[in-house]
């Protein structure tokens, strides 16, 4: 009598294209994604209808529920030079690892007398530190968030140049150099006259183009 | 666990002394796997996905001379207000007991909803809307060429006789209320539009307005 010969058939799976595809999606997300950093302040920007992208190159305040501004440079070169250049104006000496620190930090909202001891507190730390903001004087002399807008400015200014000058000794002459935009990323529910003052502060230094931060808002 | 060995099991036949034990070529997958998915889980939970979005606005240049400010043809003047009211009038302002002896400008009340403030909009800019659709259209069929369109559209909005908002804020208004405004101006393809300074008869209707119709 003839037998049916089962094929034998193992209880396990093939795991191969369960691997395939998780690295896959592992290489998607390293790929697209940018790491998120911890802002020292939570804003809840109004949504709109805009689909524009942010530069890459820009310098950001953020103006929180309260309406205290706080300062950010992406690029960490003109980070580092920008501290030097305010330490010198208010004769705060910053050191060399104080610099480096500052580098790596994201937006910060202390006034220059504070921002030493700030800067070297360990992460843990800072996230629960209330930050005060950066102060705006419009009348005094010491307009510290003026001087933060302009000493970025010039610094920036400077290193666009050199990189200019460089491209023209290394004979690129497609060389284009994103210029540096002025972002405000501000809470919906902050009064607009907080943002004013702000954008008063860049009017000192004629600058009247802004980026304002919203979401995408669908509808 | 994947794989179980089951290579050598059963069937003794007379030939199987003289074989070597078959050993499975086969990887155990599952500690792969799991390392694969922790790595996707990490980038998943750490990273943002999209870059934010942004609005452009052009802020006006103080003017040295106060004067020029209020020479507009077909203007309506926004100002925001405490909870989020809106208040409009248009054309030019005259304050009480003015030279011209024309009435007190009243102002109208409206709100940022989609009947108020787009309705609003789309009625009174119309005519520039309905010629950068046109322009729109005609890139579609390949007509005109995208940067044509560009400058075309650009042209069509700066118009002398274009619509042209003021946006006008009080202390009490949210930066909220003025996003909302500035994104239907881009949704009605407004393209004249300015955040200005109040003044101060202004001001005073708008507080009278506010008293008349007090906080729910």
């Not at chain 2, 108020?116 to 005109?144: F, S, W, Y």
């Amino acid at each position: 009598m003839p037998r049916i010969n089962m094929p034998k058939s193992s209880p396990g799976l093939d795991m191969t294209p369960m691997v395939d595809l998780a690295f896959l999606l592992v290489t998607f997300f390293m790929l697209t994604a940018s790491v998120r950093v911890n802002e020292p302040v939570i804003v809840d920007t109004p949504g709109s209808h805009s689909d524009k992208l942010l530069p890459d190159n820009v310098m950001l305040i953020s103006i929180d529920v309260a309406g205290k501004p706080f300062f950010n440079i992406t690029n960490p070169d003109v980070r580092i030079k920008t501290l030097e250049r305010m330490g010198a104006q208010y004769r705060i000496d910053f050191s060399d690892a104080e610099k480096k620190r500052f580098a790596g930090m994201t937006s910060f909202g202390v006034p220059m007398s504070q921002l030493k001891e700030y800067i070297m507190m360990d992460d843990v730390a800072r996230a629960k530190v209330k930050s005060p903001g950066i102060p705006i004087d419009t009348t005094g002399i010491h307009n510290e968030l003026g001087d933060w807008i302009q000493f970025g400015r010039i610094v920036e200014l400077t290193r666009e140049k050199a990189e200019q000058t460089k491209a023209k000794d290394l004979g690129r002459t497609g060389y284009k150099n994103e210029p540096l935009r002025y972002a405000i990323k501000a809470d919906g529910k902050a009064k607009y006259l907080s943002v004013k003052q702000v954008i008063d502060v860049f009017k000192k230094f004629d600058i009247y183009r802004f980026n304002l931060i919203t979401n995408l808002e669908a509808d | 666990m994947a794989d179980v060995n089951t290579g050598d099991g059963g069937g003794h036949g007379k030939h199987d002394k003289k074989r070597a034990k078959k050993a499975s070529t086969r990887i155990d997958m599952t500690p792969m796997v799991d390392l694969a998915f922790l790595l996707l889980t990490f980038f998943v939970l750490t990273s943002t996905f999209s870059k934010p979005k942004t609005m452009e606005i052009n802020y006006p240049a103080d003017p040295k001379d106060k004067k020029d400010l209020q020479k507009v043809n077909n203007a309506l003047t926004f100002i925001m207000t405490k909870d989020d009211n809106l208040y409009y009038y248009e054309g030019e302002f005259y304050p009480k007991n003015n030279k011209d002896k024309k009435p007190l400008t009243e102002l109208i009340k409206t709100d940022y909803s989609k009947d108020g403030l787009r309705k609003l909009l789309l009625d009174r800019n119309k005519p520039t809307r309905d010629k950068v659709l046109e322009l729109t259209e005609k890139v579609k069929n390949h007509e005109i060429a995208d940067t044509t369109f560009k400058r075309m559209a650009v042209a069509e909005k700066g118009k002398k006789e274009a619509l042209t908002v003021l946006i006008k804020s009080d202390d009490k208004a949210t930066y909220k209320n003025m996003i909302d405004i500035v994104d239907e101006l881009n949704i009605t393809m407004v393209g004249k539009y300015a955040v200005v300074d109040m003044m101060q008869s202004e001001l005073d209707l708008v507080n009278a307005a506010n008293d008349a119709n007090p906080a729910k």
